[in-house]
C-alpha cells in the first residue's frame, strides 16, 4: 500500500514538474526577447568556453577542431566519390553510345597528326605555336589544332615543309562563333591574348565560371571554361573571360587535324550539294555525244590539214 | 549526494552542453543518457530552456525544451516500469 502510495507521488510530481516547464515554455514563447536576453547572460560562460575551443590556437582546441574538419572532409570526399562514380558509369555508357550511333551514321573519324610544340607564346611574340610538323605531314593551312581529344586551341595560319605555324583563338583580334553551354545561347568570342579569350554577351543572359565554352564549327570543338566573369549592372553588355583548359605552357604535343573538320559555310555546301545533284545522273563513257563530238572533231581536223596541204 | 556524485552530474551538466553547442551528437546523447539514468531528466529541463533561449528558438518553435519534457516524461515512466518489475522479482 506504501509503495503504491509512493509511485502515486512520483508520478503526481512528475506531471507537475512536466507541466510547469510546459508552462515555463509557453511564457518563454510570449517573451522571447527576455529569454534570449537571461539565457546570454547565463550562458555567456559557456559562450566563452565555445569561442575558446573554435577559435583558440591551443592544443585542445585545435584537435578538436582538425578531427571534426578532417571528418567533414571525408564525408564530403566520400559524396563526391559516390556521384563521381556514378557520372563516370554516365559518361561512359553517352560515350559508347555515341562512337555506335557514329557508326551507324557513317561519321568515321579523321586521322590527326601528331605534332611537338617547338615555340610558346613565352618565345613568339604573340599568342602563336610553332609545332614541328609542315607539308611534308601533310599539315595544311587552315587546319584545327587539338590538345587531347576534342579541345582545339587554334588554326594552322603558316606552313613550310618542315614546321607550321598555328595562331591560337586567344590571339589579339581572332574571332570565333562559340556556343556556351548552360546559358545555351551563341556569341562570339574574341581573342584577348596571353592565353585568355572574351565571350560578349548582353545583360541578362546568365552565365556562370565554368560553363564550357564550344566552337561548333569545329568537329570536335570544346575550348575551355568560362573563367571569370565581368558584369557591371550599369553596362549594357557583360563579358565572360575564357581560358583553354590546359595552360599554354604545359602544351608539350598537339594534334592536327584536317581542314575538312572544319565546317563549311551554307553558301558552300548548298553548292556543293547543287553541283553534286546536277551531276548525279552523268554516267561516264557511255554517252553518244561524247563519241559524235570525236567523230565530228577528227574529220574537222582532217578537212583542215587537207585544205592546208 | 556525495561530493563525487556531484561533481560528476556537474561535469557530465556541462559536457551536455559543450556538445550541442559543438554539435558533438554522440557525445550529447551519451552524456544526457548517463546524466538520466544517475541523476534526473528534470534537471535538464531548465538546461534545454536555457539553451533554446540562447539560440532564439523562442522566437519559432523551442525544440530542445519540447523534447527534454518529453524525454523527462520517458524517463519517469521507464524509471517507474523498471521499479515495478524490480519489486516483483
Known amino acids: ?309 | 549526494m556525495t561530493l563525487n556524485q556531484g561533481l560528476l552530474a556537474i561535469v557530465l551538466y556541462g559536457l551536455i552542453i559543450i556538445s550541442i553547442m559543438q554539435s558533438l551528437l554522440v557525445l550529447g546523447v551519451a552524456a544526457t543518457i548517463i546524466f538520466t539514468l544517475k541523476y534526473s531528466g528534470v534537471a535538464l529541463i531548465p538546461l534545454a530552456i536555457v539553451l533554446d533561449g540562447y539560440y532564439g528558438a523562442f522566437f519559432t518553435l523551442p525544440l530542445l525544451s519540447i523534447a527534454a519534457v518529453g524525454w523527462y516524461v520517458v524517463s519517469e515512466v521507464i524509471r517507474v516500469r523498471m521499479s515495478i518489475v524490480q519489486s516483483g522479482t
Open chain 1, 1 to 309: 500500500m506504501k509503495v503504491q502510495s509512493q509511485r502515486n507521488s512520483k508520478k503526481k510530481r512528475t506531471i507537475k514538474s512536466a507541466l510547469i516547464a510546459l508552462l515555463i515554455i509557453c511564457l518563454g514563447w510570449f517573451a522571447p526577447a527576455a529569454f534570449s536576453l537571461v539565457s546570454a547572460v547565463i550562458m555567456s560562460p559557456f559562450h566563452a568556453t565555445n569561442q575558446w575551443l573554435q577559435e583558440s590556437s591551443s592544443l585542445i582546441p585545435t584537435f578538436i577542431r582538425d578531427r571534426q574538419d578532417l571528418q567533414e572532409e571525408i564525408t564530403r570526399l566520400e559524396n563526391e566519390l559516390q556521384i563521381s562514380s556514378r557520372t563516370s558509369v554516365t559518361q561512359q555508357r553517352l560515350f559508347s553510345e555515341n562512337n555506335r550511333l557514329r557508326d551507324l551514321l557513317g561519321a568515321a573519324e579523321e586521322d590527326r597528326i601528331l605534332a611537338g610544340v617547338i615555340a610558346r607564346p613565352d618565345t613568339l611574340p604573340y599568342d602563336f605555336l610553332q609545332i614541328d610538323r609542315g607539308t611534308n605531314a601533310g599539315i595544311d593551312v587552315g587546319a584545327p589544332v587539338f590538345v587531347g581529344t576534342d579541345i582545339v586551341v587554334g588554326l594552322v595560319v603558316h606552313t613550310a615543309t618542315n614546321y607550321a605555324f598555328v595562331e591560337l583563338f586567344t590571339t589579339p583580334g581572332f574571332e570565333a562563333t562559340v556556343f556556351l553551354n548552360g546559358p545555351d545561347v551563341v556569341a562570339t568570342m574574341q581573342g584577348m591574348g596571353g592565353g585568355v579569350a572574351r565571350v560578349r554577351l548582353p545583360q541578362g543572359i546568365s552565365i556562370q565560371v565554368g560553363n564550357l565554352v564550344l566552337v561548333p564549327s569545329v568537329e570536335p570543338g570544346v575550348f575551355g571554361r568560362i573563367t571569370y566573369i565581368e558584369n557591371e549592372p550599369t553596362q549594357p553588355e557583360q563579358y565572360g573571360y575564357v581560358t583553354p583548359n590546359i595552360a599554354l605552357n604545359s602544351m608539350y604535343q598537339v594534334s592536327v587535324g584536317k581542314v575538312s573538320q572544319i565546317s563549311q559555310s551554307v553558301e558552300a555546301i548548298d553548292k556543293r550539294v547543287r553541283e553534286e545533284i546536277e551531276s548525279s545522273l552523268v554516267v561516264e563513257g557511255v554517252s553518244l555525244e561524247v563519241a559524235t563530238t570525236s567523230t565530228t572533231t577528227q574529220s574537222v581536223a582532217t578537212t583542215t590539214q587537207e585544205t592546208q596541204i
